[in-house]
């Protein structure tokens, strides 16, 4: 079993559609992060999170550090969200990854 | 461009061969990362480094090695390459307390 588990795998919303991701893990962590990948392969480091809720945009990244969990939330989703989504945990220097959420926002 | 460069974008080469990433940020960032993204799109951090300590991922074969002339660099070296290191490569920085930033990746074929 995975360190860190992501649900839905894959994602297909209409445009508008507020979305919600949600990482699972079971490791003790210092931070989680979010990352966005998009179809190009280039990474982008969405949100480091080591409590509570922050927000950039339209994006709102939560994490609930009692129930190890978190969720990304995208409100008035775009096709340019279209992407995929990574949960990361870091223990200190270890990473451990999800294996990713693959949205697709359609017109 | 404040940024994490790496280079080369594509790199094709002979099972065999001795092959090296450069990585370069200037964002003032003191620790550096390499990671491996398989065809499954799985990332895996092989190796953090600040400029006081190496952290090896356990499962990285010794074939790979980290090089690091200062604090803005850090470079890739892989040994008789197998057709399994075939991946993308990305290299990432990050400072305590911040987020971090990738470069845009290193796309290795062994054949």
């Known amino acids: 079993k995975n360190e860190v588990e992501q649900s839905p795998q894959n994602l297909t919303a209409q445009e508008g559609e507020f979305i919600t991701i949600n990482c699972s893990y079971s490791v003790g962590i210092s931070a989680l992060h979010w990352l966005q990948q998009h179809p190009g392969g280039g990474i982008v480091s969405l949100f480091m999170l080591s409590s509570g809720k922050k927000k950039h945009g339209r994006l709102i990244a939560t994490i609930n550090i009692q129930e190890k969990h978190s969720s990304l939330h995208i409100t008035a989703s775009h096709p340019r969200d279209s992407a995929v989504y990574i949960c990361?945990?870091?223990?200190?220097?270890?990473?451990?990854f999800g294996t990713g959420t693959s949205l697709t926002v359609i017109p | 461009d404040t940024a994490v460069s790496q280079t080369p974008k594509y790199l094709v080469t002979q099972m065999g061969n001795d092959k090296s990433i450069k990585c370069e940020q200037n964002?003032?960032?003191?620790?550096m990362y390499w990671y491996k993204q398989d065809s499954k799109k799985f990332l895996k951090i092989m190796f953090s480094?600040?400029?006081?300590?190496?952290?090896i991922n356990e499962t990285v074969p010794n074939r790979f090695s980290p090089k690091s002339p200062d604090k803005a660099h850090l470079n890739l070296h892989i040994n008789s390459l197998e057709l399994g290191d075939s991946a993308v490569y990305f290299c990432?920085?990050?400072?305590?307390?911040?987020?971090?930033?990738f470069g845009s990746g290193t796309r290795l074929t062994v054949v």
């Open positions: 480094y600040n400029n006081k300590e190496l952290i």
């Open positions: 990361a945990a870091r223990t200190g220097n270890q990473f451990y």
């Open positions: 990432a920085s990050s400072s305590q307390g911040d987020g971090y930033t």
């Open positions: 964002l003032g960032h003191d620790t």
